[in-house]
């Protein structure tokens, strides 16, 4: 069954430092997010991508977060410059198609601890 | 801005139980999706429901979207060991693909 890949699974980083979280989409589908869960929270959306451009975003993605499709099959987040506040789960999801009966495919995430 | 509140917090049921849960909002959603998290991994959906009033089924979970389109519930039937981690309502308004997700309800099931 296709899914979602996420790396690394867990990444530690320094603040101040950049971080990049990289994602394979299923390979079929055109909408891509990225939500974050901070322990024990629930899960926040932060942004949605569609046609090689942010389609949405949310309050915390500021202008530290930027997302990117490299190539035809990555999606990648970046952190400019880490903050300790910035350590959480990051999940990555995919769908066929946006609006009407938009089912939202979620990788397994990575795991950011910023020290 | 929009909330999903979902209830209860914690269940710790015996084997073989039914269990319900649900959500509630103060907004209207036309999209109602179950996931279930299991603890290191992302959240795996359980049921999408796209109508007010819909109840659908897979397997032991039973879903419904609320009338009002303001709430849904989830129930699982019989619970068996693997039922146990979290369960996430999640909700989508017209014309976003952004999900707003419940605060989550974790479940433990005893033998």
């Known amino acids: 069954e296709p899914e979602v890949t996420q790396t690394p699974s867990h990444q530690v980083t320094q603040m101040g430092q950049e971080v990049i979280l990289r994602c394979v989409p299923i390979s079929n589908h055109l909408y891509f997010y990225w939500y974050r869960q901070i322990l024990g929270q629930k899960v926040e959306f932060l942004v949605s991508f569609y046609n090689n451009e942010i389609s949405e975003k949310s309050e915390i993605f500021d202008d530290q977060f930027s997302v990117e499709r490299p190539d035809g099959s990555n999606f990648t987040l970046k952190i400019r410059s880490t903050k300790l506040e910035d350590s959480a789960m990051y999940f990555c999801?995919?769908?066929?198609?946006?609006?009407?009966?938009?089912?939202?495919?979620f990788g397994a995430g990575t795991r950011l601890s910023v020290l | 801005g929009q909330q999903l509140n979902q209830s209860p917090q914690s269940m710790f049921i015996q084997e073989g139980e039914d269990v319900s849960m649900n959500c509630t909002s103060s907004s209207i959603f036309n999209t109602w999706l179950w996931y279930k998290q299991d603890p290191g991994e992302g959240p795996v959906l359980l049921i999408a429901l796209y109508k007010a009033g819909e109840l659908t089924s897979n397997g032991r979970l039973t879903a419904q979207f609320g009338i009002t389109r303001k709430d849904s519930f989830l129930n699982i039937s019989a619970s068996i060991p693997s039922d146990v981690g979290i369960y996430f309502c999640a909700g989508r308004t017209y014309n976003t693909d952004k999900l707003i997700f419940g605060t989550g309800t974790r479940l433990q099931v005893f033998p």
């Open positions: 999801a995919s769908s066929v198609k946006g609006a009407g009966k938009n089912i939202q495919y």
